[in-house]
């Protein structure tokens, strides 16, 4: 891990209680909901941290909790460091608070992800879909959602798509 | 389909002043089928006379599902879906597809490789900056300027085609190297192209740089500071003409370019006469990129060896079994990747292109999210509309350099 960027990890720890994950040099700091805006501000403010690159998702289904992770990838100009921030949030009823006030990208890209995946975000000033238009039912990217057309099963993956599919079970 | 619902007016009231609720104000829609648009987007306008006081995008129009669609195929036959996003970046949506899946499987691409990869993106970024002057121009009433630099794309698309059979969905660039080595006459086709289109930056310039027409519509018009750019998440060429000397080529060097001598052209200005300039002067960085890359261009193998991942090459297959197996295997059921995500960004004509890709395990990924620039580019439109007149909207509009396919997804 970079120098600079295991200082900002080691507070991370100490002032949030973030657990961590390492892969192929990439960093990922967990943090709890509650505390996204308060870790974005610091990661702002005090660590040059001036850009939000991506705001994404991505849905665990079938497990409920935590159903989602919320994904921040940042990045510091200043000091050429990239940092990713992983929010995870249950499936009923996720909510996030926004972080439109830090990152004013963050409000079509959260607008997006409840678009997509039908995470509220708490104070967003304008929460409208973005891609899909109004009145569509449902939130395409979860992974409850089916694709449109039946997908081959295999005897080594009979199973995890039988339980994807929409019938009603037994 | 369901139901549409009626439409609350609750919903959008907060999108415009009070004034055009009483009707003091003008609502005008501008797009979907606004020639000036560049695409599909609409854009609600609220006018004051000609001046705008609000402008609120509508997007989605080109909404294809990509992500999801690619969730449903294996690592190599997503990739296929790739060049759809960007239509005017389809060899750099390669790249950035591929470096992610080889950074996900740890995967070596030979140096060969990269060096076809360089010229060919720096190629794709010229044809990307052509399109864009020529419809700027068209824009701003030159309509020559589309002719001229249509003409000039047409001889890249052409080396496209010579590499891959393909104008512009080429797929070239695949997991761990190239689908194949490049013809021989690629090297004269590029080197032709370089001598000729040096002198053609010369004339677009000649035309257009300092022309008194071109100067009044341009001159401090949608001023964008360097913070509001950072804090709407603002990159590549619109980023640079807010003064900020940002290129993940030069920060963050992937595919060899820290071997490659080019500036990074800044303007302070942040008028839609800095993003012009800032990507007139990319032109010629990029041409110096494909020249030297292209000097010293390496000899030996375009794919990895590596055939758990990369597919042997055809004529293998004939002799071999285990080639044949390698092969079967991986155009049916795939290779698995680790339950891990990556992020990888590279520097396309617009910005930061930046793919997140989470594998599971199995041989499809669990989840592809594409980091677009046009789509935090597109965001801060109605920041820097406001006050300016319609005629104004159009010469900013085209300065973003937006395409649909990338905002939409």
Same mark, same amino acid.
């Given at each position: 891990?970079?120098?600079?960027?295991?200082?900002?990890?080691?507070?991370?720890?100490?002032?949030?209680?973030?657990?961590?994950?390492?892969?192929?040099?990439?960093?990922?700091? %967990?943090?709890?909901?509650?505390?996204?805006?308060?870790?974005?501000?610091?990661?702002?403010?005090?660590?040059?941290?001036?850009? @939000?690159?991506?705001?994404?998702?991505?849905?665990?289904?079938?497990?409920?909790?935590?159903?989602?992770?919320?994904?921040?990838?940042?990045?510091?100009?200043?000091?050429?460091?990239?940092?990713?921030?992983?929010?995870?949030?249950?499936?009923?009823?996720?909510?996030?608070?926004?972080?439109?006030?830090?990152?004013?990208?963050?409000?079509?890209?959260?607008?997006? @992800?409840?678009?997509? %995946?039908?995470?509220? %975000?708490?104070?967003?000033?304008?929460?409208?879909?973005? @891609?899909?238009?109004?009145?569509?039912?449902?939130?395409?990217?979860?992974?409850?959602?089916?694709?449109?057309?039946?997908?081959?099963?295999?005897?080594?993956?009979?199973?995890?798509?039988?339980?994807?599919?929409?019938?009603?079970?037994? | 389909?369901?139901?549409?619902?009626? $439409?609350?007016?609750?919903?959008?009231?907060?999108?415009?002043?009070?004034? +055009?609720?009483?009707?003091?104000?003008?609502?005008?829609?501008?797009?979907?089928?606004?020639?000036?648009?560049?695409?599909?987007?609409?854009?609600?306008?609220?006018?004051?006379?000609? *001046?705008?006081?609000?402008?609120? =995008?509508?997007?989605?129009?080109?909404?294809?599902?990509?992500?999801?669609?690619? &969730? +449903?195929? #294996?690592?190599?036959?997503?990739?296929?879906?790739?060049?759809?996003?960007?239509?005017?970046?389809?060899?750099?949506?390669?790249?950035?597809?591929?470096?992610?899946?080889?950074?996900?499987?740890?995967?070596?691409?030979?140096?060969?490789?990269?060096?076809?990869?360089?010229?060919?993106?720096?190629?794709? /970024?010229?044809?990307?900056?052509?399109?864009?002057?020529?419809?700027?121009?068209?824009?701003?009433?030159?309509?020559?300027?589309?002719?001229?630099?249509?003409?000039?794309?047409?001889?890249?698309?052409?080396?496209? &085609?010579?590499?891959?059979?393909?104008?512009? *969905?080429? #797929?070239?660039?695949?997991?761990?190297?190239?689908? /194949?080595?490049?013809?021989?006459?690629?090297?004269?086709? $590029?080197?032709?192209?370089?001598?000729?289109?040096?002198?053609?930056?010369?004339?677009? &310039?000649?035309?257009?740089?300092?022309?008194?027409?071109?100067?009044? /519509?341009?001159?401090?018009?949608?001023?964008?500071?360097?913070?509001?750019?950072?804090?709407?998440?603002?990159?590549?060429?619109?980023?640079?003409?807010?003064?900020?000397?940002?290129?993940?080529?030069?920060?963050?060097?992937?595919?060899?370019?820290?071997?490659?001598?080019?500036?990074?052209? !800044?303007?302070?200005?942040?008028?839609?006469?800095?993003?012009? !300039?800032?990507?007139?002067?990319?032109?010629?960085?990029?041409?110096?990129?494909?020249?030297?890359?292209?000097?010293?261009? =390496?000899?030996?193998?375009?794919?990895?060896?590596?055939?758990?991942?990369?597919?042997?090459? /055809?004529?293998?297959?004939?002799?071999? *079994?285990?080639?044949?197996?390698?092969?079967?295997?991986?155009? #049916?059921?795939?290779? =698995?990747?680790?339950?891990?995500?990556?992020?990888?960004?590279?520097?396309?004509?617009?910005?930061?292109?930046?793919?997140?890709?989470?594998?599971?395990?199995?041989?499809?990924?669990?989840?592809?999210?594409?980091? #677009? =620039?046009?789509?935090?580019?597109?965001?801060?439109?109605?920041?820097?509309?406001?006050?300016?007149?319609?005629?104004?909207?159009? +010469?900013?509009? +085209?300065?973003?350099?937006?395409?649909?396919?990338?905002?939409?997804?």
């Amino acid at each position: 891990m970079d120098n600079k960027l295991e200082k900002i990890v080691q507070v991370m720890q100490e002032q949030f209680g973030s657990t961590l994950e390492e892969f192929r040099g990439e960093v990922h700091v %967990f943090v709890k909901p509650e505390q996204i805006v308060e870790a974005l501000t610091l990661l702002r403010d005090k660590y040059e941290f001036e850009l @939000l690159s991506a705001m994404t998702a991505s849905d665990y289904w079938p497990q409920a909790s935590p159903r989602f992770h919320v994904v921040y990838q940042l990045s510091s100009l200043a000091k050429n460091i990239t940092l990713q921030l992983r929010v995870p949030v249950n499936g009923d009823q996720p909510r996030v608070p926004t972080a439109t006030r830090v990152y004013e990208v963050a409000n079509w890209r959260e607008r997006e @992800l409840l678009d997509m %995946f039908g995470i509220e %975000f708490e104070g967003h000033p304008d929460p409208r879909r973005i @891609l899909m238009p109004e009145g569509t039912e449902g939130h395409p990217l979860r992974k409850d959602f089916p694709l449109g057309y039946e997908e081959p099963q295999f005897t080594f993956n009979f199973e995890e798509i039988d339980l994807r599919k929409p019938y009603a079970k037994e | 389909m369901a139901q549409l619902e009626e $439409v609350k007016i609750d919903l959008y009231k907060h999108l415009v002043s009070e004034r +055009a609720l009483n009707g003091e104000t003008m609502l005008l829609n501008m797009g979907p089928q606004h020639p000036s648009t560049h695409g599909v987007l609409r854009l609600l306008l609220e006018l004051d006379g000609e *001046m705008i006081i609000n402008a609120v =995008p509508d997007i989605g129009y080109l909404h294809t599902g990509i992500e999801k669609n690619m &969730e +449903a195929k #294996t690592y190599l036959k997503a990739e296929v879906m790739t060049d759809r996003l960007d239509y005017m970046n389809t060899v750099g949506n390669n790249l950035a597809y591929c470096m992610a899946v080889e950074k996900l499987v740890d995967l070596d691409v030979p140096e060969r490789a990269q060096a076809i990869r360089v010229i060919l993106t720096e190629l794709q /970024r010229i044809a990307s900056h052509l399109v864009w002057i020529g419809t700027f121009g068209l824009d701003l009433a030159a309509m020559s300027m589309f002719l001229y630099a249509f003409r000039e794309r047409e001889i890249i698309l052409d080396i496209l &085609e010579l590499c891959s059979g393909q104008r512009m *969905m080429t #797929t070239f660039i695949r997991p761990g190297g190239l689908w /194949r080595d490049v013809p021989v006459e690629f090297e004269t086709a $590029v080197r032709d192209f370089i001598k000729m289109f040096n002198k053609r930056i010369d004339e677009y &310039e000649a035309l257009l740089t300092k022309n008194p027409l071109f100067l009044d /519509r341009l001159l401090g018009i949608g001023k964008l500071d360097a913070a509001t750019a950072l804090q709407h998440g603002v990159t590549g060429p619109m980023l640079r003409a807010s003064g900020v000397s940002w290129d993940l080529r030069k920060a963050r060097p992937y595919m060899g370019y820290e071997q490659y001598d080019f500036n990074v052209p !800044v303007a302070t200005e942040g008028d839609t006469y800095a993003r012009y !300039v800032v990507r007139v002067q990319e032109f010629r960085e990029s041409l110096k990129i494909v020249e030297q890359a292209l000097n010293k261009l =390496p000899m030996g193998p375009v794919r990895s060896d590596n055939r758990k991942f990369v597919p042997p090459p /055809r004529s293998e297959i004939g002799v071999s *079994m285990e080639a044949l197996i390698h092969h079967f295997k991986l155009w #049916t059921e795939g290779f =698995p990747a680790p339950k891990a995500s990556v992020y990888s960004a590279v520097e396309s004509p617009r910005g930061e292109l930046g793919v997140y890709l989470e594998g599971d395990g199995g041989p499809k990924p669990h989840r592809v999210h594409w980091r #677009t =620039p046009s789509f935090d580019n597109l965001s801060v439109l109605p920041k820097i509309v406001k006050g300016h007149l319609v005629a104004d909207l159009v +010469a900013i509009l +085209a300065s973003t350099d937006i395409v649909l396919g990338d905002i939409d997804r």
